[in-house]
Protein backbone atom coordinates (compact mmCIF):
# COMPACT_ATOMS: atom_id res chain seq x y z
CA UNK A 1 0.00 0.00 0.00
CA UNK A 2 1.02 3.37 -1.35
CA UNK A 3 2.06 5.16 2.36
CA UNK A 4 3.59 8.69 0.65
CA UNK A 5 1.11 11.73 1.19
CA UNK A 6 1.74 15.03 1.06
CA UNK A 7 -0.77 17.58 3.23
CA UNK A 8 -0.60 21.22 2.09
CA UNK A 9 -2.42 24.37 2.34
CA UNK A 10 -3.30 24.00 6.12
CA UNK A 11 -4.61 27.10 7.48
CA UNK A 12 -3.00 25.59 11.01
CA UNK A 13 -0.34 23.42 10.78
CA UNK A 14 -0.33 22.41 14.67
CA UNK A 15 2.88 20.10 15.17
CA UNK A 16 3.16 19.76 19.23
CA UNK A 17 7.05 19.51 18.28
CA UNK A 18 8.45 17.73 21.23
CA UNK A 19 9.25 14.14 22.09
CA UNK A 20 8.53 14.14 26.17
CA UNK A 21 5.56 15.62 28.00
CA UNK A 22 4.81 19.07 28.24
CA UNK A 23 4.65 21.07 31.36
CA UNK A 24 3.32 24.05 32.67
CA UNK A 25 2.89 26.94 29.87
CA UNK A 26 4.67 24.73 27.54
CA UNK A 27 1.40 23.15 27.23
CA UNK A 28 0.25 26.14 25.19
CA UNK A 29 3.23 26.39 23.07
CA UNK A 30 1.50 24.28 19.88
CA UNK A 31 3.85 25.12 17.42
CA UNK A 32 1.25 26.19 14.65
CA UNK A 33 2.57 27.07 11.11
CA UNK A 34 0.23 28.98 9.13
CA UNK A 35 -0.24 27.72 5.31
CA UNK A 36 1.68 24.73 6.77
CA UNK A 37 2.19 21.27 4.84
CA UNK A 38 3.39 17.70 6.27
CA UNK A 39 5.09 15.27 3.38
CA UNK A 40 5.16 11.73 4.85
CA UNK A 41 7.28 9.13 2.97
CA UNK A 42 7.16 5.46 3.84
CA UNK A 43 4.72 6.02 6.67
CA UNK A 44 7.02 8.27 8.34
CA UNK A 45 7.31 12.15 8.52
CA UNK A 46 9.78 13.02 6.34
CA UNK A 47 9.23 17.10 6.61
CA UNK A 48 6.89 19.58 7.52
CA UNK A 49 6.62 23.51 7.14
CA UNK A 50 4.99 26.28 5.11
CA UNK A 51 3.84 25.25 2.14
CA UNK A 52 5.72 27.60 -0.32
CA UNK A 53 8.72 26.56 1.53
CA UNK A 54 8.07 22.96 1.58
CA UNK A 55 5.86 21.66 -1.76
CA UNK A 56 6.56 24.05 -4.25
CA UNK A 57 9.25 22.37 -6.89
CA UNK A 58 8.77 19.39 -5.02
CA UNK A 59 8.41 16.42 -7.23
CA UNK A 60 5.16 15.01 -5.70
CA UNK A 61 5.17 12.26 -8.23
CA UNK A 62 4.15 8.74 -6.23
CA UNK A 63 2.45 11.04 -3.44
CA UNK A 64 -1.22 11.56 -2.30
CA UNK A 65 -1.64 14.77 -2.13
CA UNK A 66 -4.21 16.45 0.22
CA UNK A 67 -5.32 19.85 -0.03
CA UNK A 68 -6.05 21.50 3.15
CA UNK A 69 -7.45 24.72 2.63
CA UNK A 70 -9.21 26.74 5.00
CA UNK A 71 -8.52 23.58 7.64
CA UNK A 72 -7.00 22.61 11.08
CA UNK A 73 -3.87 19.81 10.54
CA UNK A 74 -2.83 18.10 13.80
CA UNK A 75 -0.98 14.82 14.84
CA UNK A 76 -3.32 11.80 15.54
CA UNK A 77 -4.71 11.92 19.13
CA UNK A 78 -3.75 9.24 21.36
CA UNK A 79 -6.57 8.46 23.73
CA UNK A 80 -4.09 7.26 26.75
CA UNK A 81 -6.51 5.39 29.11
CA UNK A 82 -9.28 3.36 28.01
CA UNK A 83 -10.94 -0.07 28.67
CA UNK A 84 -12.49 -0.93 25.34
CA UNK A 85 -12.08 -4.53 25.23
CA UNK A 86 -15.08 -5.90 27.47
CA UNK A 87 -18.09 -7.80 27.15
CA UNK A 88 -21.99 -7.16 28.31
CA UNK A 89 -23.22 -3.63 29.15
CA UNK A 90 -24.51 -1.96 32.19
CA UNK A 91 -26.95 0.60 31.08
CA UNK A 92 -29.56 -0.75 34.16
CA UNK A 93 -26.14 0.50 36.13
CA UNK A 94 -26.57 3.44 34.85
CA UNK A 95 -29.99 4.29 35.95
CA UNK A 96 -29.81 3.26 39.14
CA UNK A 97 -26.91 5.59 39.91
CA UNK A 98 -29.64 8.50 37.81
CA UNK A 99 -31.77 7.95 41.20
CA UNK A 100 -28.82 8.26 43.50
CA UNK A 101 -27.13 5.09 44.06
CA UNK A 102 -23.25 5.29 43.98
CA UNK A 103 -20.68 3.90 41.95
CA UNK A 104 -19.52 1.99 45.44
CA UNK A 105 -22.28 1.07 46.66
CA UNK A 106 -23.33 -0.93 43.16
CA UNK A 107 -19.91 -2.68 43.23
CA UNK A 108 -20.69 -3.54 47.15
CA UNK A 109 -24.16 -5.62 45.76
CA UNK A 110 -22.61 -7.37 42.71
CA UNK A 111 -22.77 -4.74 40.09
CA UNK A 112 -20.09 -2.44 38.67
CA UNK A 113 -16.76 -3.96 37.68
CA UNK A 114 -17.91 -7.51 38.86
CA UNK A 115 -20.82 -7.43 36.59
CA UNK A 116 -18.69 -6.90 33.57
CA UNK A 117 -16.69 -9.34 34.99
CA UNK A 118 -19.14 -12.80 34.31
CA UNK A 119 -20.22 -11.35 30.75
CA UNK A 120 -16.37 -11.20 29.43
CA UNK A 121 -15.69 -14.56 31.38
CA UNK A 122 -18.92 -15.57 29.21
CA UNK A 123 -17.60 -13.96 25.51
CA UNK A 124 -16.13 -15.94 23.30
CA UNK A 125 -12.64 -14.10 22.05
CA UNK A 126 -14.72 -14.11 18.55
CA UNK A 127 -17.30 -11.72 19.99
CA UNK A 128 -14.79 -9.45 21.85
CA UNK A 129 -12.73 -9.50 18.38
CA UNK A 130 -15.92 -8.19 16.62
CA UNK A 131 -17.15 -5.84 19.18
CA UNK A 132 -13.46 -4.07 19.93
CA UNK A 133 -13.54 -3.85 16.18
CA UNK A 134 -16.14 -1.84 16.17
CA UNK A 135 -15.32 0.59 19.03
CA UNK A 136 -11.58 1.13 17.11
CA UNK A 137 -13.43 1.94 14.02
CA UNK A 138 -15.70 4.70 16.15
CA UNK A 139 -12.56 6.32 18.17
CA UNK A 140 -10.52 6.34 14.19
CA UNK A 141 -13.35 8.69 13.65
CA UNK A 142 -12.80 10.89 16.18
CA UNK A 143 -9.13 10.64 14.93
CA UNK A 144 -7.25 8.36 17.66
CA UNK A 145 -4.92 7.19 15.90
CA UNK A 146 -2.64 5.48 19.20
CA UNK A 147 -4.84 4.12 21.95
CA UNK A 148 -4.30 2.22 25.65
CA UNK A 149 -6.42 -0.32 26.29
CA UNK A 150 -6.51 -2.19 29.51
CA UNK A 151 -7.39 -5.98 30.57
CA UNK A 152 -8.92 -6.19 34.11
CA UNK A 153 -12.61 -7.80 33.41
CA UNK A 154 -11.37 -11.65 34.29
CA UNK A 155 -9.30 -11.29 37.21
CA UNK A 156 -8.32 -14.52 36.15
CA UNK A 157 -5.41 -16.16 34.33
CA UNK A 158 -7.95 -17.55 31.38
CA UNK A 159 -9.85 -14.11 30.94
CA UNK A 160 -7.13 -11.69 31.28
CA UNK A 161 -5.29 -13.59 28.59
CA UNK A 162 -8.12 -13.71 26.54
CA UNK A 163 -8.45 -9.97 26.81
CA UNK A 164 -4.80 -9.30 26.11
CA UNK A 165 -4.88 -11.59 22.59
CA UNK A 166 -8.07 -10.47 21.64
CA UNK A 167 -5.80 -6.56 21.89
CA UNK A 168 -2.88 -7.96 20.40
CA UNK A 169 -5.19 -9.59 17.38
CA UNK A 170 -6.52 -5.81 16.97
CA UNK A 171 -3.78 -4.46 17.08
CA UNK A 172 -1.93 -6.54 13.93
CA UNK A 173 -5.56 -5.60 12.24
CA UNK A 174 -6.66 -2.40 12.56
CA UNK A 175 -4.85 0.75 11.73
CA UNK A 176 -4.97 2.05 15.22
CA UNK A 177 -2.05 1.19 17.42
CA UNK A 178 -3.21 -0.04 20.76
CA UNK A 179 -0.82 -0.38 23.29
CA UNK A 180 -1.54 -3.26 25.83
CA UNK A 181 -1.89 -2.87 30.09
CA UNK A 182 -2.53 -5.79 32.21
CA UNK A 183 -5.22 -4.56 35.00
CA UNK A 184 -5.70 -7.69 37.00
CA UNK A 185 -6.19 -5.42 39.97
CA UNK A 186 -8.90 -3.97 38.21
CA UNK A 187 -11.05 -5.27 41.34
CA UNK A 188 -10.87 -8.34 43.68
CA UNK A 189 -13.31 -11.00 42.12
CA UNK A 190 -15.91 -12.58 44.03
CA UNK A 191 -13.97 -15.71 44.62
CA UNK A 192 -11.26 -13.59 46.75
CA UNK A 193 -13.36 -11.64 48.74
CA UNK A 194 -11.94 -10.92 52.10
CA UNK A 195 -8.34 -12.33 50.31
CA UNK A 196 -7.35 -9.53 48.98
CA UNK A 197 -3.90 -10.33 49.55
CA UNK A 198 -4.25 -13.85 48.32
CA UNK A 199 -5.33 -12.39 45.33
CA UNK A 200 -2.08 -10.22 44.84
CA UNK A 201 0.21 -13.52 45.45
CA UNK A 202 -2.04 -15.38 42.58
CA UNK A 203 -1.28 -12.51 39.96
CA UNK A 204 1.93 -11.98 41.12
CA UNK A 205 2.63 -16.16 41.07
CA UNK A 206 0.38 -17.09 38.13
CA UNK A 207 -0.87 -14.31 35.55
CA UNK A 208 2.27 -11.80 35.54
CA UNK A 209 4.25 -14.51 34.50
CA UNK A 210 1.86 -15.80 31.87
CA UNK A 211 1.43 -12.51 30.41
CA UNK A 212 5.09 -11.51 29.87
CA UNK A 213 6.33 -14.59 28.52
CA UNK A 214 3.64 -14.18 25.90
CA UNK A 215 4.88 -10.64 25.37
CA UNK A 216 0.84 -9.51 25.81
CA UNK A 217 0.92 -6.49 27.78
CA UNK A 218 3.86 -3.07 27.71
CA UNK A 219 2.17 -2.17 31.13
CA UNK A 220 0.46 -3.02 34.48
CA UNK A 221 -1.86 -1.26 36.37
CA UNK A 222 -4.06 -1.20 39.46
CA UNK A 223 -6.83 0.26 40.93
CA UNK A 224 -5.42 2.08 44.34
CA UNK A 225 -8.60 2.45 46.14
CA UNK A 226 -10.46 2.11 49.84
CA UNK A 227 -12.13 -1.00 50.08
CA UNK A 228 -10.02 -2.59 46.38
CA UNK A 229 -6.45 -2.36 47.16
CA UNK A 230 -4.72 -0.25 49.40
CA UNK A 231 -1.38 1.47 49.13
CA UNK A 232 0.80 -0.99 50.68
CA UNK A 233 -1.09 -3.50 48.16
CA UNK A 234 -0.39 -1.60 45.19
CA UNK A 235 3.04 -0.85 46.26
CA UNK A 236 3.95 -4.99 46.11
CA UNK A 237 1.75 -5.86 43.06
CA UNK A 238 3.64 -3.53 40.96
CA UNK A 239 6.85 -3.52 42.55
CA UNK A 240 6.59 -7.28 40.94
CA UNK A 241 5.06 -6.00 37.69
CA UNK A 242 8.07 -3.96 37.43
CA UNK A 243 10.91 -6.35 38.53
CA UNK A 244 9.10 -8.64 35.59
CA UNK A 245 9.72 -5.92 32.72
CA UNK A 246 6.14 -4.45 33.24
CA UNK A 247 6.24 -0.25 32.95
CA UNK A 248 3.65 1.12 35.17
CA UNK A 249 0.58 3.00 35.94
CA UNK A 250 -2.07 3.47 38.25
CA UNK A 251 -5.62 4.12 38.70
CA UNK A 252 -5.06 6.58 41.60
CA UNK A 253 -7.15 8.76 44.17
CA UNK A 254 -10.32 8.82 42.39
CA UNK A 255 -13.27 8.23 45.35
CA UNK A 256 -10.60 8.85 48.38
CA UNK A 257 -7.60 10.33 48.97
CA UNK A 258 -5.64 7.39 49.25
CA UNK A 259 -2.11 8.08 48.70
CA UNK A 260 -1.88 6.81 45.32
CA UNK A 261 -0.59 9.73 43.77
CA UNK A 262 2.47 9.40 46.45
CA UNK A 263 3.06 6.11 45.68
CA UNK A 264 2.90 6.96 41.61
CA UNK A 265 5.92 9.30 42.39
CA UNK A 266 7.64 6.61 44.94
CA UNK A 267 7.25 3.99 42.00
CA UNK A 268 7.95 6.08 39.38
CA UNK A 269 4.88 5.28 37.19
CA UNK A 270 4.56 6.79 33.32
CA UNK A 271 1.23 7.89 34.02
CA UNK A 272 -1.23 8.15 37.65
CA UNK A 273 -5.15 8.46 36.30
CA UNK A 274 -8.52 9.83 37.62
CA UNK A 275 -7.04 11.66 40.59
CA UNK A 276 -10.03 13.37 41.62
CA UNK A 277 -8.83 13.66 45.05
CA UNK A 278 -5.22 13.96 44.87
CA UNK A 279 -3.53 15.60 47.41
CA UNK A 280 -1.38 18.64 46.95
CA UNK A 281 1.76 17.07 47.97
CA UNK A 282 0.94 13.72 45.69
CA UNK A 283 0.87 15.93 42.67
CA UNK A 284 3.81 17.52 43.59
CA UNK A 285 5.66 14.37 44.07
CA UNK A 286 4.49 13.48 40.50
CA UNK A 287 5.50 16.35 39.01
CA UNK A 288 9.28 16.10 40.30
CA UNK A 289 9.49 12.57 39.50
CA UNK A 290 7.78 13.41 36.16
CA UNK A 291 4.65 11.04 36.23
CA UNK A 292 1.85 12.18 33.92
CA UNK A 293 -1.59 13.14 35.33
CA UNK A 294 -4.08 11.40 33.01
CA UNK A 295 -7.44 13.45 33.80
CA UNK A 296 -10.89 11.61 32.22
CA UNK A 297 -13.13 14.33 32.62
CA UNK A 298 -15.69 11.84 31.02
CA UNK A 299 -16.01 9.61 34.17
CA UNK A 300 -16.16 12.52 36.65
CA UNK A 301 -18.82 13.89 33.68
CA UNK A 302 -21.44 10.55 33.78
CA UNK A 303 -20.71 9.89 37.69
CA UNK A 304 -21.85 13.47 38.59
CA UNK A 305 -18.39 13.67 40.83
CA UNK A 306 -15.88 16.98 41.09
CA UNK A 307 -13.61 17.41 38.29
CA UNK A 308 -9.97 16.74 38.69
CA UNK A 309 -8.23 20.35 39.70
CA UNK A 310 -6.66 20.36 35.89
CA UNK A 311 -5.99 23.98 36.53
CA UNK A 312 -3.83 23.57 39.52
CA UNK A 313 -1.90 20.29 38.24
CA UNK A 314 -0.73 22.43 34.73
CA UNK A 315 0.03 25.22 36.83
CA UNK A 316 2.26 23.20 39.64
CA UNK A 317 3.98 21.93 36.87
CA UNK A 318 2.32 18.55 36.29
CA UNK A 319 1.89 17.11 32.79
CA UNK A 320 -1.18 16.56 31.95
CA UNK A 321 -3.22 14.21 29.61
CA UNK A 322 -6.51 13.55 28.61
CA UNK A 323 -8.52 10.78 27.64
CA UNK A 324 -12.00 8.97 27.71
CA UNK A 325 -12.18 5.97 29.86
CA UNK A 326 -14.41 4.02 27.46
CA UNK A 327 -15.87 1.45 29.59
CA UNK A 328 -19.10 -0.41 30.30
CA UNK A 329 -19.92 1.24 33.53
CA UNK A 330 -18.67 4.32 34.29
CA UNK A 331 -18.01 6.16 31.00
CA UNK A 332 -19.58 4.42 28.12
CA UNK A 333 -18.37 7.06 25.60
CA UNK A 334 -14.95 6.85 23.55
CA UNK A 335 -15.80 10.77 22.46
CA UNK A 336 -12.95 12.77 22.24
CA UNK A 337 -14.63 15.77 21.45
CA UNK A 338 -16.66 15.60 24.75
CA UNK A 339 -13.55 14.81 26.72
CA UNK A 340 -12.07 18.24 24.99
CA UNK A 341 -15.02 20.50 25.86
CA UNK A 342 -15.47 19.17 29.58
CA UNK A 343 -12.03 19.57 30.23
CA UNK A 344 -12.38 23.35 28.49
CA UNK A 345 -15.50 23.99 30.61
CA UNK A 346 -15.15 22.96 33.51
CA UNK A 347 -11.53 21.87 34.50
CA UNK A 348 -10.24 25.78 33.39
CA UNK A 349 -7.65 23.50 30.70
CA UNK A 350 -7.19 26.16 28.06
CA UNK A 351 -7.75 24.67 23.85
CA UNK A 352 -4.06 24.58 23.39
CA UNK A 353 -3.42 23.09 26.55
CA UNK A 354 -6.16 20.23 26.00
CA UNK A 355 -4.20 19.56 22.50
CA UNK A 356 -1.22 19.14 23.97
CA UNK A 357 -2.76 16.73 27.05
CA UNK A 358 -4.37 14.64 23.57
CA UNK A 359 -1.08 14.28 21.39
CA UNK A 360 2.48 14.56 22.92
CA UNK A 361 1.27 13.99 26.78
CA UNK A 362 -0.80 11.32 26.03
CA UNK A 363 2.04 9.99 24.09
CA UNK A 364 3.74 10.42 26.69
CA UNK A 365 1.80 8.47 29.40
CA UNK A 366 2.23 5.51 27.17
CA UNK A 367 5.61 5.59 26.81
CA UNK A 368 5.15 6.76 22.70
CA UNK A 369 5.84 10.11 23.06
CA UNK A 370 9.53 9.72 20.77
CA UNK A 371 7.59 7.79 18.31
CA UNK A 372 3.70 9.96 17.98
CA UNK A 373 1.53 12.68 19.39
CA UNK A 374 3.36 15.35 17.23
CA UNK A 375 4.04 16.12 13.72
CA UNK A 376 8.15 16.16 13.78
CA UNK A 377 10.60 14.47 10.95
CA UNK A 378 10.75 10.81 12.22
CA UNK A 379 7.97 10.05 13.51
CA UNK A 380 4.77 8.20 12.12
CA UNK A 381 2.66 9.75 9.56
CA UNK A 382 -0.49 10.08 12.11
CA UNK A 383 -2.10 12.77 11.05
CA UNK A 384 -5.78 13.98 11.40
CA UNK A 385 -7.40 17.11 8.85
CA UNK A 386 -10.49 18.99 10.43
CA UNK A 387 -13.10 20.63 9.13
CA UNK A 388 -12.56 24.07 9.86
CA UNK A 389 -9.60 26.25 10.19
CA UNK A 390 -8.61 26.07 14.03
CA UNK A 391 -8.03 23.50 16.68
CA UNK A 392 -11.04 25.43 18.41
CA UNK A 393 -13.35 24.26 17.03
CA UNK A 394 -13.01 21.29 19.02
CA UNK A 395 -14.05 22.23 22.18
CA UNK A 396 -16.51 24.72 20.59
CA UNK A 397 -18.55 22.03 18.59
CA UNK A 398 -19.29 20.59 21.69
CA UNK A 399 -19.16 17.00 21.75
CA UNK A 400 -19.63 16.79 17.82
CA UNK A 401 -16.62 15.50 16.20
CA UNK A 402 -15.14 17.85 13.14
CA UNK A 403 -12.55 15.70 12.34
CA UNK A 404 -12.48 15.36 8.34
CA UNK A 405 -10.19 12.99 7.58
CA UNK A 406 -7.72 10.35 9.59
CA UNK A 407 -4.34 9.41 8.35
CA UNK A 408 -2.57 6.14 9.97
CA UNK A 409 1.49 5.58 8.94
CA UNK A 410 0.94 7.87 5.61
CA UNK A 411 -2.68 6.11 4.92
CA UNK A 412 -5.88 7.72 4.61
CA UNK A 413 -7.46 5.64 6.82
CA UNK A 414 -11.05 7.51 7.54
CA UNK A 415 -12.57 10.32 5.13
CA UNK A 416 -15.84 11.65 7.08
CA UNK A 417 -17.49 11.99 3.15
CA UNK A 418 -17.01 8.00 2.51
CA UNK A 419 -19.08 4.95 2.83
CA UNK A 420 -15.71 2.87 2.98
CA UNK A 421 -14.32 3.66 7.00
CA UNK A 422 -15.20 -0.02 8.39
CA UNK A 423 -12.70 -2.71 9.07
CA UNK A 424 -13.38 -6.64 8.97
CA UNK A 425 -12.68 -8.77 11.34
Same mark, same amino acid.
Given at each position: ????????? *??? +????????? /???????????????????????????????????????????????????? +????????????????? *???????????????????????????????? *??????????????????????????????????????? /???????????????????????????????????????????????????????????????? /??????????????????????????????????????????????????????????????????????????? =?????????????????? *????????????????????? =??????????????????????????????????? +???????????????????????????????????????????????????
Amino acid at each position: MDRNIVVKN *AAQ +LVTCSGNKA /KVGQNMSDLCIIKDGAVVIEDGMIKAVGRSGELVDGMDITGYEVINASGKAV +LPGFVDSHTHFVFGGYR *AEEFSWRLRGDSYMDIMERGGGIANTVRSTRR *ALKEELIVAGGKRLDSMLSFGVTTVEGKSGYGLDLETEI /KQLEVMQILADSHPIDVVPTYLGAHAVPEEYKGREDQYIDYMIENVIPEVTARGLAEFCDIFCE /KNVFSVDQSRRFLSKAKESGLKLKLHADEIVQLGGAELAAELEAFSADHLLQASDIGLEAMARSNVVATLLPGTA =FCLKEPYARGRYMIDHGC *AVALATDLNPGSCFSESIPLI =FSLAALYMNISPEEAVTALTINGAAAVDRADTVGS +LDPGKKGDVIILEYPSYKYIPYHAAVSCVEKVIKSGVLVYDKGSRKNKFTF
